[in-house]
């Protein structure tokens, strides 16, 4: 009796064995917590922070440059000297306008002089009508002379001015474009000076992408040092033709704010978005397809589990995939691993990962 009792127990036991597996082992899994995006990011591009009003000034005669007293990135107020040119012709020209008039002067002297003698012999009864109009007649001659040689003087104190280059308003030095020594024609670009008080954001942005730019992208300006120092901008002027070399169309975008870290010349990084309507991007190692069916595994919060859910996929590229739906924005969805899980397989989520 005693082995058959034995026996009895050992077919139980198999039995319950067989009706009972091992439980499944737990599987280390990278995820990702779903979040729906609102807006689309257009890309990121490098710029800096300009002037909205700049103006290339020079000097309004020729010469050689004498001077450059200021350097670049110096603030100047009005009227600060920028520059000189070299004097001498222009003094040359002005001691010669003054010669000119002091011998008309003399000139004018004598000139009243005889007027007022044909005149008094004429009053006396000896002197000739004739006489008497040629006098007069030098005088007018000679006076508008005069006013000619003083016109002459003052243009040429006007040319020996014009050799000194100075600021017409409060500025900032941002490029000279000649050197001391160098001789400069009349008109030339010789310093630019940009207005602080406006400023904006300048950028470089690929032609295809100008044309696809929706009304409501908006653009986030940030140092490329600090990106905390950041503000939003508009568009206030595209380029109407791109560059024939880089195929880009620059852009002007005017702040919405000025922070104090904008100052002129800082390297910006602008990033462009769009709203758009909200959707699911996962990446596409969390993607896996079963009989052509597209399908991601999804973490229960609860058990720490996994189950397989069907998706419908917008667009995939070779890193990301966009999700018409299937998961709700704050479910947990492994990133990583998709081919060797079961459903209901218990998982150990990283806690690192994002």
């Known amino acids: 009796m005693k082995p058959l009792w034995a026996l009895s127990i050992g077919l139980v ?55 450059r007293n200021v350097d670049v990135g110096t603030e100047v ?29 003399a000139q004018l002297i004598n000139a009243k002089a005889t007027a ?7 009053d006396r009864g000896v ?39 100075r600021a017409d308003h409060k500025a900032v030095v941002t490029a000279w474009s000649a050197e001391a020594g160098q001789v400069v024609s009349a008109g030339q670009q010789v310093v630019t000076l940009a207005q602080p008080d406006i400023k904006e954001a300048v950028i470089d942005l690929p032609d295809t992408l100008v044309d696809q730019l929706p009304s409501d992208v908006v653009f986030l300006v940030a140092t490329q040092l600090d990106p905390n120092t950041n503000t939003t901008a508009i568009i206030r002027e595209i380029e109407p033709q791109a560059q024939s070399a880089t195929r880009t169309r620059r852009a002007r975008l005017t702040l919405a704010e000025t922070p104090e870290g ?9 990033t ?3 709203a758009i309507k909200p959707r699911i991007e996962l990446p596409i190692t ?32 070779d890193s990301t995939v966009v999700l018409a739906g299937g ?17 209901g397989q218990p998982v150990k989520i990283d806690e690192d990962s994002q």
């Open 127 to 165: 002197g000739a009508q004739a006489q008497l109009d040629e006098a007069n007649t030098d005088l007018k001659t000679t006076q508008a002379s005069l006013d000619q040689a003083r016109a002459a003087v003052n243009q040429s104190k006007d040319q020996l001015g014009y050799t000194e280059l």
């Open 272 to 274: 462009l978005s769009s």
């Open 262 to 270: 904008f100052r002129l010349g800082t390297a910006i990084s602008v």
């Open 327 to 343: 998961v709700k924005n704050g479910e947990r969805v492994v990133s990583a691993g998709v081919n060797s899980l079961k459903p």
């Open 13 to 67: 036991l198999s039995a319950c064995s067989k009706s009972e597996p091992p439980p499944a082992p737990v599987r280390p899994v990278l995820s990702i917590k779903v979040q729906a995006l609102n807006e689309e990011d257009l890309g990121r591009f490098a710029g800096s922070i300009q002037a909205r009003y700049e103006s290339n000034t020079g000097f309004r005669v020729g010469g050689r440059i004498a001077s």
């Open 286 to 317: 969390a993607l896996q397809e079963v009989d052509g069916k597209p399908r991601i595994w999804v973490i229960d919060a609860q058990s720490k589990t996994v189950s397989p859910r069907d998706i419908t996929v917008i667009s995939r590229t």
């Open 116 to 122: 007022q003698r044909q005149q008094a012999l004429f």
């Open 77 to 105: 107020e009005k009227g600060t000297l920028l520059a000189t040119l070299d004097p001498s012709d222009q003094q040359n020209q002005l001691r010669s306008a003054q010669g000119d008039l002091a011998k008309i002067q």
